[in-house]
């Protein structure tokens, strides 16, 4: 049986904060953000198929992983509230863009600043919840695992921002680092 404390009291409103921005910039800007035409592709399915699962798959074990009232919840305190505060900038900037190439805000920095968020909230969520119980350990395999498939949708999804945007794209992606950092001039 779940204990009321564990890690999903974290990882609910965080994840509910973040998609109820998505569904704020998705309604302000009167379109998805993420391109549905990249979902309707083979690759598409599959990168939207397994991250369902993983996030299931996270949320469940969530429900058993306790948290770590100790210095490891005040470690990941900051990446968890990182994560979340990086992912509503990146919707920010999105909900005052109408499409095209985003370059702007957090994407000035950060080609990929969603998935930056992501990684830092399951980092926090994993350094609040260490223990050496089963579930934190399952929870922590879950975020590792999830590293390599972050990278391949990534890989994917600027593949297919490259054909759909050309030369706009191209020029973003030699100025913007992937992941984060300075841009080139």
């Given at each position: 049986m779940p204990d009321i404390w564990n890690l999903w009291v974290f990882f609910v409103p965080g994840y509910g904060a973040i998609w109820a921005a998505m569904l704020w910039?998705?309604?302000?800007?009167?379109k998805p953000i993420e391109d549905p035409e990249f979902y309707k592709t083979s690759r598409g399915?599959?990168?939207?198929?397994?991250?369902?699962i993983q996030l299931a798959a996270l949320l469940l074990v969530s429900l058993f992983a306790p948290f770590n009232s100790g210095i490891p919840f005040w470690v990941g305190l900051p990446f968890y509230l990182l994560g979340i505060a990086l992912n509503l900038a990146a919707m920010h900037s999105f909900a005052r863009f109408a499409g095209g190439v985003n370059m702007a805000g957090v994407y000035r920095y950060s080609r990929n600043p969603m998935y930056v968020a992501g990684f830092f909230f399951l980092l926090g969520l994993c350094l609040m919840g260490w223990s050496t119980s089963v579930w934190s350990i399952a929870f922590l395999s879950l975020f590792i695992l999830s590293i390599p498939y972050y990278h391949w949708t990534?890989?994917?999804?600027?593949?297919?921002l490259e054909r759909e945007y050309g030369d706009a794209f191209r020029e973003y992606k030699n100025r913007t680092p992937r992941y984060a950092g300075v841009p080139k001039r």
């Open positions: 910039a998705n309604r302000k800007r009167g399915k599959a990168c939207l198929t397994i991250g369902w990534i890989l994917l999804e600027e593949a297919f």
